[in-house]
């Protein structure tokens, strides 16, 4: 009897439209997709393998899949995932790593020109038929450091390039990948910092990254400089942050991940003018099923087949996802 795979659904990727793709690629597979996580729940007494998002895992979930030997995230990050005490050693964990490079570095984008730009600013005194200008700093000839140098990373940095900035990473690697001038060593952050006028976290969140950019990192930018986190809130020192914005210590910043999601209403840094907030947007496109299936599909393929060794994006559980 074949394997039989749960898909649970989202707006992005939703449930019909994966099972559409899989009915042509796997004629007959054993394959429950929904969008409702209780019916998915009602369903999972069986199932061996489950793809869905990461924050639809929990506790409960897992529980109620004691076959389960396969989770494939349809996002890069699994830390999620890998913290549940209800995971087995055994269950192979795999990710949709590499996929989202074009939406992250759009984010950034939108980010590095709202923020130079003071576009928040023009977006008020529109709403106030106010007629005020100044001059418009140019991306061109400034310094992009980006803290975290993997696939999404190097996405950024090309494109960068192509928009005549300088691009220095930040990695545990010496590897100097296209789109780079420069690779600093972890324990060079500060001088990294110092020299940057945008200074873009993307770095994987873990035990070693907790609070990575604190307030001596923060302290070390440019009076000029913004900030921008698209990694994961625990990155972060949040309130070291806002008190460097209000302190205009630094020029502002632009927030996507946060340490408590969604940020609560109360959250001051909702209220900080130096602060743009977008709600979780960067791995988001209007194609994600798109740009997820060809790796879905190719670990889906081998799980059937038995063939767990050669599939894509194996999480090491050792690095935390």
């Not at 890069?76 to 790593?97: E, F, K, N």
């Not at 980010?111 to 100044?134: D, G, Y």
């Not at 502002?252 to 907030?277: K, N, S």
Request: proline share 5%; net charge negative; charged share 20%.
């Amino acid at each position: 009897m074949a394997a039989k795979i749960i898909y649970i659904g989202t707006q992005e990727a939703d449930a019909r439209a994966f099972e559409e793709l899989a009915a042509g690629d796997f004629p007959g597979i054993d394959l429950y997709a929904t969008n409702d996580r209780r019916d998915a729940l009602a369903n999972l007494a069986d199932a061996e393998g489950i793809i869905a998002h990461h924050f639809q895992f929990d506790e409960a979930l897992l529980q109620s899949a004691p076959k389960l030997r396969w989770i494939q995230s349809l996002t890069t990050g699994t830390d999620g995932i890998l913290r549940l005490a209800s995971l087995r050693a055994d269950v192979i964990v795999t990710s949709t790593r590499g996929m989202h490079g074009p939406q992250m570095s759009e984010l950034v984008f939108l980010q590095m020109l709202a923020l130079s730009r003071r576009f928040p600013v023009i977006l008020r005194n529109q709403q106030r038929h106010c007629w005020e200008r100044w001059p418009q700093p140019l991306l061109l000839s400034k310094t992009v450091v980006i803290v975290g140098v993997g696939m999404i990373a190097e996405a950024l940095a090309v494109r960068c390039e192509c928009f005549g900035m300088t691009v220095h990473g930040v990695s545990q690697s010496t590897r100097v990948p296209p789109g780079f001038d420069r690779i600093f060593a972890r324990d060079e952050l500060a001088s990294a910092a110092a020299i940057a006028d945008f200074l873009v976290l993307i770095v994987p969140y873990a035990a070693d990254t907790e609070s990575l950019i604190d307030a001596r990192i923060i302290g070390a930018m440019k009076p000029s400089a913004f900030l921008i986190n698209v990694a994961r809130g625990g990155v972060l020192d949040e309130a070291a942050l806002l008190q460097a914005v209000r302190d205009r210590r630094i020029a502002g910043a632009a927030l996507d991940v946060f340490r408590e999601a969604p940020l609560p209403p109360g959250d001051p840094l909702w209220a900080e003018d130096g602060i743009i907030i977008t709600p979780m947007l960067g791995g988001m496109s209007d194609i994600y099923l798109a740009q997820a299936y060809p790796v879905v599909r190719d670990n889906l393929n081998k799980f059937l087949a038995r063939d767990t060794q050669s599939m894509t994006n194996v999480v090491d559980r050792r690095l935390g996802g």
